[in-house]
């Protein structure tokens, strides 16, 4: 491997690790992607699979020899592997948390929406979920539970930032994803005709991510709690052969735009009085429900 060994904490080889922001990251070769940060061997060996090529790796020493690493350096042997005693590794923030390896690995450019639904059945569409817990969470889920692809609106937080991919596991390297961005003039305009059954009301001018689903050949579904919410299991919604599940912003939810622009409203159904669940876990029980529709489901084990 090429082992490099720094014996300063203020060295540039540390810079992407220790000094730079998700933000520059972001922009590091703008206007070509730019870089991210994976932790732990797990991770980085999943983003290496999906395509990701490393620029540095950062490990302890005493994981070079351990299997999972070793593996993985021997696949880029020319790829620079920083090494550094414990008290200059323990001054990078979060060290410790990162199961003693990190990369910079270069992004690649996303896919389009149209392309990663191309033969999707169901899939999820995060509307600003800030958080990159709950962003990973969701990830994991939707790669465990049947989905297809995830989408997001541009409030999201990055899949790739370095909460976000530990949490999922390196799950965003493995289920296709891509943001979905809103078009001039959207959410203008009043609702313009009433739904009948479980259909809502539809605003031909508004949820524009939900016009671009539908476009797509998809039926809509907007988690949320209100009077003309149907069950999570409602036979109709199981009917349906593809299926976008939006979910909103922790604490506000989806915009109410955007509920009104769906074919369906739908809940889980609570007990004790509870009135929602966390938008990581909710979507687990709204994959695992809604992935699970006759001619969808899929069951494979590792």
């Known amino acids: 491997m090429n082992r490099i060994t720094i014996t300063d904490f203020a060295a540039p080889e540390l810079d992407v690790y220790a000094r730079l922001n998700e933000a520059q990251l972001l922009h590091y070769y703008e206007p070509a992607p730019?870089?991210?940060?994976?932790?732990?061997?797990?991770?980085?060996?999943?983003?290496?699979?999906?395509?990701?090529?490393?620029?540095?790796?950062?490990?302890?020493?005493?994981?070079?020899?351990?299997?999972?690493?070793?593996?993985?350096?021997?696949?880029?042997?020319?790829?620079?592997?920083?090494?550094?005693?414990?008290?200059?590794?323990?001054?990078?923030?979060?060290?410790?948390?990162?199961?003693?390896?990190?990369?910079?690995?270069?992004?690649r450019e996303l896919p389009s929406a149209e392309k990663i639904c191309e033969n999707a059945r169901t899939v999820a569409v995060l509307e600003n979920v800030v958080n990159p817990t709950n962003v990973g969470a969701i990830f994991r889920s939707a790669a465990a539970l049947n989905l297809d692809a995830v989408l997001l609106t541009e409030g999201c937080s990055d899949p790739y930032y370095r909460r976000a991919a530990r949490v999922s596991m390196g799950t965003v390297f493995q289920i296709p994803w891509t943001y979905i961005r809103e078009r001039p003039g959207a959410g203008v305009g009043e609702d313009s005709s009433a739904g009948t059954g479980n259909s809502v009301q539809r605003n031909p001018a508004a949820g524009n991510s939900v016009e671009q689903l539908q476009a797509l050949g998809f039926r809509t579904a907007a988690m949320a709690l209100e009077e003309r919410s149907v069950r999570i299991d409602d036979p109709a919604v199981l009917q349906e052969p593809r299926l976008a599940v939006f979910l909103g912003t922790e604490g506000d939810g989806l915009a109410a735009r955007t509920i009104a622009s769906c074919d369906y409203t739908i809940m889980i159904p609570m007990s004790h009085g509870v009135d929602s669940l966390n938008v990581a876990a909710a979507s687990a029980v709204a994959f695992w429900q809604l992935g699970s529709r006759p001619g969808v489901r899929k069951e494979e084990s590792e």
């Open 34 to 107: 730019g870089l991210f940060i994976a932790e732990s061997p797990k991770v980085i060996t999943r983003a290496a699979d999906a395509g990701h090529m490393p620029e540095s790796f950062l490990a302890a020493p005493e994981m070079l020899c351990k299997t999972e690493a070793a593996a993985l350096l021997a696949r880029f042997p020319d790829t620079p592997v920083y090494t550094a005693a414990p008290e200059i590794l323990t001054r990078l923030t979060g060290f410790q948390l990162t199961r003693g390896m990190l990369c910079a690995m270069r992004r």
